[in-house]
Each structure stands twice: as C-alpha cells, then as structure tokens.
C-alpha cells in the first residue's frame, strides 16, 4: 500500500461518534442507579457504589472524549488501481487490504446522525467480508463510491 | 418426454416432504412427546393424531401446488400453498445439478434433483422425487452442452466418468474410530437424558438402581457415570460417522469433482474447479498422533444448512500421502514453501491466552469449594495446551499462495491461492504493540460468507512485509524481499 497517498477521513465524524458512543453506553450511567435501587447506600454499599460509579463513569467518559478523536486520527483509506487500504484503530490497530478485482459491491449509507453533519459511509463488500469508512463528506463519499466500482470492473477484466 | 408443459412430482414427494418437516423439527416433537406422555389423557392422542395428519396433509397440498417446466433453458418451479413462489433458475446462471437419491427415493426407484446456482445471491431449487429419466432430461435441457433439445447424445457426454478415488474399509473404521464427533453425540445424549430423566425419577427406578449400589464415594459414581456417558459418545460419534462417510467416493472429471458419501442417506456434492476457493488439512486431536489426517476444501457460492462452504474432500489419510493426493485431485494447490514461525518471544502470549482464563477460574473454584488438588491439572493441560498451539503456528507465502498452519483444538493448515484472497489483515493490540507482535488474518470466500485463517503474534516486520509483498504492486514489480534472521520451518511440512 502506498502510504504517501492515504487520506484521513472528515473531523466532523468525530462528533458522530461521540454522540452514537454517548448513547450506546449509557447504560453504564444506569448501573450505579440499579445499584443503588436494590442495595440502597448503607455501610458497604456506600463505597462499592462510589467505585462503581466512578469506574462506570470514566469508562464512559473514555469512550465519548477520549477515544473518537484518536479513532479519527488513526482512520486511514488509500485507493488505487489495484487495492484498497484500510487502516484504523486506537487500543487494536488493524491494517486491511482489499483487492478490488474481489469487490462484489460497493454502497454508501446516511443515517440521521450523518445526514445532519452532511456525511455518508462508504460500504465495500466482498464475498467474505463487508468493510466501511466511515464519515466522509457526501460527495466525496458519492465520488469514492463510483471511482471504486469503475476501478473493480477494471480489475475484473484482467482476472 | 414433455419438459415444456408444467409437471408435478411423483406423489411419492408429498411423503418425503412430510418425512422431511418432522426431521427438521424432531426435537421439538419428541419433547411434546415425553411432556404429552405423561399426562396420558385422551386429548394429547387425538393431538399427536392430528398433528401427524396435519403433516400429511401439508405434505400432500405441498406436493400438489408444486409444479415445475423448463422453457428456453430456463427452469420455473411454481410452489408454496398459501404464498405461491415463482422462482426461475436460468441456464447460465446454474452452475451445479445434482441426482440423487435417499431412502424413500431409492425404495421406489426415483431420484431427487438439486440445482444450484452461482454467486452471492445463490438460489437453489430442490425437486423432491422424479423418475431418472425426467431427472436425466431436466440435467440435459439445462446445462449447456446440450444446448438444443434435439442433441440426444448429450446424456451421455457428460456422464464420462473420471478418476474415482474410495475410501478403503480399514481408514473408514478408523475415521470413524477417531472422528471425535463428541460434541454433537454428547448433546444428543444430553437433551434425551434431560427429558428421559423425570419419567425414570417418578417410576422410583433411580432409587430402586441408587439402593442396588453398594455406597461408595460420590467421586466413584460419577466417575462411572463419565466413563458410561463417554463410551456411549464415542459409540455414536462412531456410528455416525461410518453413516455419513461410508461408500464415500471422489470422482474427478473435466471441471469438475464429484463428492458422494453416506450409506442410507445419499450425499453428492459437485464442486466446479472454478469454485474452490482455498484447500485445507485437519489434524484431529486422536488422529495426529497415529499419523492421519482428512483434507476439506472452501467452495464458493452455495453453502450447505448452516451457509458454510466448507466440504470433506477426503475423510481420512495417511499425512505423507496428503500431498500426492493434492498433486493428483487439485494440482493448483500443490506448495512447498518456506513458513516463517512466531519469535520465542510469543509464546508466552500463547500460553498465557490458553491459560489465564482457566487458571482464574479454577483459582475461584479451588478456593470457594475446596476442591481436590486434582482440579489444577486442568490449567496445566491448558498451559501444554498453549505451548502446543505456538508449535504448530506457522505461516508463508509466495507470489501465488498463502499457507497458513495453526491450532485451535486440532491443528488446521489451510493453503490459499493469492488471487482468491477476499481481503487480507494484520492487526495489533497496544500489548502486541509493545511486544513488535503482530496478527495476520486472510478471508476467502466459503458458501453464503467468509471463512477466515488467522496467526497470532508474528514478528512485527513480518506482518508488514506480509501485507505489502501480497498487494498488487509488489506482486508486478516482482521484488522478493529475502527472509533472514526469521525463525524457518517448511510448510505445509508433510
């Protein structure tokens, strides 16, 4: 893969992120209150409840501060003729190559929460697997949808 | 014959296809039974009555509302009682007829048809019972040699058999001896213990069998109870497998091989050339110490029940005749290459993920149950466990294939063209990271998904140079960077 002509994904994604992570975890912020309901905060449960809280708090707190910007820093994509690089993750790094004659199809998808920053996601399948880059500008992502298509029909002739 | 006009089965289908609803659902059945049988009230009779005819009934509509003709090399199967389903297979599309025949079918001389097709949207169509003849028919109007329904002499050309390889008696003896189906018999035996139970505890017999008993220690009895319990395992485990492979045969033709196996229940699978898309070798845990192996390769496109693409291509063999069988069945598959190891670094990853769970937990146990010193054998067997997962973990590659070897209960070495390699990973955990480890991951295609071959903790450098030497650039320009101070070891070394 060459490196030099990799690209980063749109920084508004972040945003996107910490609100699905907001969300999706609050359930962490119900535990302490469950806790709380069925034990009350006498004696014991005073401080197993604080630790809890705490605990539940900063593993929330890591997942909408902390770790989207960093997703986002490490988010990679590099297309060319032949492949496609993927290159992501903070706490486990992957680096993924697709070779375009494989792409059986390629998508983009809106949610709401995309459509109200104006981002799209680009799907990619294979017959094995299916990988998306996430948040780009919907145009970009448009134009990346149809380059990638054209360059996977391309590749499908040489094989 | 008129293949233009719509047709019906042969009414024997109403019966397969009833035989075939109480198959899929006989667990579901035989709990209602136990349950029923013991409130042995005269409702719960006339139930299984009207069930059971409920069943033929359906069986019967079934068989009546499916109709089927073939026009244009194209073939239409109207179908379904309440919701009619209109599927129409083409000729190009098709890729795979099978004829066959089960029990039912054979005692009444017909054969059942399944056609296939190819790619990700894979439909198949199955026609139930037909005579040969009609099943010769439908094969001729639709595969593409015999293009026009005048080439009488089409049955024929593609029945030329190639080379066919058996399985002899004594390997399928010991296949079945070693097969290790444990899981699947242990979960039968399960699920009729559990229901069986309450009908042996209301009759007194446990009582009347536990005063038999002289009273010996609890570990005693539950001893007796594994070893009965495993020895039946085994019997089933044995059993079955002597069904589902004897009369196994490999035939090769043209474009194709040709799988058939199984003594009551006929399977034949086709399998296209074209389709395979990676070849592996399984050596089970009581086959590798007596030096046998079985062979499974990944086909694309139409998976069985569970959608996975994975199919025996040959049950049982010696190990150092794996590679003359590959030479001669799929000469594409055919490697020796140089297969680079995990650095000595890694292995106490390996045992360390092997172990650490079953230590923990067995460390809890111990302590809140006080349990015999014995239970620490358990991590002990996982910490050899791990050592012998790094000891088989292996991978190398070329220009042209990938070959991967590890382990998870049995060693697995799975050897993969380049150009069939759906996507292609390495990955690393902060831990990974701070160790210059590395984890490699190749997906292939297998039936309706992926199916994926993974090595862990690989030298950093390694793992680059893996993803790099196998995207297209490097392939062209033709570099081959040489692998020096890496840990060899031939592959896939047998």
């Not at chain 1, 986002?72 to 706490?91: A, D, F, H, P, T």
């Not at chain 1, 998508?107 to 990619?124: C, E, K, M, N």
């Not at chain 2, 042996?200 to 002289?214: A, G, T």
């Not at chain 2, 296209?272 to 110490?289: N, S, W």
Request: proline share 4%.
């Amino acid at each position: 893969m060459e490196k030099s002509s990799s690209k980063k994904i749109s920084p508004k994604v972040i945003g996107v992120w910490r609100y699905g992570s907001a969300i999706g975890f609050a359930f962490l912020l119900a535990l302490p209150v469950i806790y709380y309901s069925i034990f009350g905060f006498r004696q014991v449960h005073l401080w197993i409840l604080l630790t809890v809280s705490a605990l539940c708090l900063a593993v929330w707190l890591l997942n909408v501060v902390i770790l989207p910007p960093l997703q986002w820093k490490r988010w990679r994509y590099s297309i060319n003729q032949y492949e496609i690089g993927l290159l992501r993750g903070v706490l486990v790094q992957t680096e993924t190559l697709i070779p375009l004659s494989r792409v059986q199809h390629v998508d983009t998808r809106q949610g709401p929460v995309l459509r109200w920053y104006g981002l799209a996601s680009v799907t990619i399948s294979t017959a094995a697997t299916t990988h998306e880059i996430p948040g780009l500008d919907a145009e970009l992502a448009d134009r990346l949808r149809r380059r990638i298509s054209t360059y996977a029909r391309l590749a499908d002739d040489d094989v | 014959m008129m293949m233009f006009e719509f047709r019906r089965q042969h009414p024997i289908a109403a019966l397969t296809r009833s035989v075939n609803l109480i198959r899929g659902n006989i667990v579901t059945i035989l709990v209602f039974l136990f349950i029923g049988a013991q409130s042995e009230s005269f409702p719960f009779l006339i139930m299984i009555g009207a069930g059971f005819a409920l069943l033929l009934i359906s069986g019967v509509l079934d068989w009546w509302r499916f109709v089927f003709r073939v026009e244009e090399g194209e073939m239409h199967i109207k179908s379904g009682i309440l919701v009619r389903k209109n599927l129409y297979l083409t000729k190009d599309r098709i890729q795979v007829i099978d004829i066959s025949s089960g029990v039912i079918q054979r005692f009444f001389g017909l054969v059942k048809v399944d056609i296939q097709t190819a790619g990700s949207t894979s439909r198949a169509a199955m026609i139930e019972a037909v005579p040969l003849e009609t099943a010769k028919e439908i094969k001729r109007l639709l595969s593409n040699n015999g293009a026009s329904p005048e080439a009488g002499d089409a049955i024929q050309s593609d029945e030329k058999p190639g080379k066919v390889y058996g399985l002899p008696n004594k390997d399928l003896l010991i296949a079945a001896s070693t097969s290790g189906r444990f899981g699947i018999a242990l979960s039968i035996l399960g699920t009729l213990f559990s229901q069986v139970e309450p009908v042996i505890r209301e009759s007194n017999l446990f009582e009347y069998v536990i005063n038999l008993l002289p009273t010996e220690t609890d570990a005693v009895m539950i001893g007796a109870i594994i070893v009965v319990f495993v020895v039946i395992a085994w019997m089933i485990s044995f059993f079955s497998t002597l069904l589902m492979y004897g009369d196994f045969s490999l035939e090769l033709n043209e474009d194709e091989l040709v799988i058939s196996r199984g003594i009551f229940e006929k399977k034949r699978i086709t399998v296209p050339y074209k389709r395979i898309q990676a070849l592996f070798v399984t050596e089970g845990i009581l086959r590798q110490p007596l030096g046998y192996c079985s062979v499974h390769i990944h086909s694309a496109g139409y998976g069985d029940e569970q959608g996975s693409g994975a199919i025996v291509l040959y049950p049982l063999i010696r190990r150092d005749k794996v590679n003359s069988l590959i030479k001669e069945v799929t000469p594409q598959y055919h490697v020796e290459l140089p297969g680079l190891k995990p650095p000595t670094r890694a292995i106490r990853r390996y045992i360390f993920r092997s172990a650490f769970v079953l230590l923990l937990i067995t460390a809890v146990l111990y302590y809140t149950l006080s349990l015999s010193n014995w239970f620490w054998l358990v991590p002990a067997l996982s910490v050899w466990w791990g050592w012998q997962k790094y000891k088989d973990a292996a991978i190398g590659w070329t220009k042209t294939h990938v070959v991967i070897s590890n382990r998870t209960l049995s060693k697995k070495t799975a050897i993969i063209q380049r150009g069939r390699i759906q996507d292609l990973s390495v990955s690393a955990s902060w831990i990974q990271r701070f160790r210059q480890l590395q984890s490699a991951e190749v997906y292939v295609a297998s039936g309706d998904h992926g199916s994926s071959f993974t090595i862990e903790d690989i030298e950093e450098q390694d793992g680059e140079r893996f993803l790099n030497e196998l995207s297209h650039q490097a392939v062209l320009e033709g570099e081959d960077a040489e692998k020096d101070q890496a840990v060899l070891t031939p592959l896939p070394g047998w």
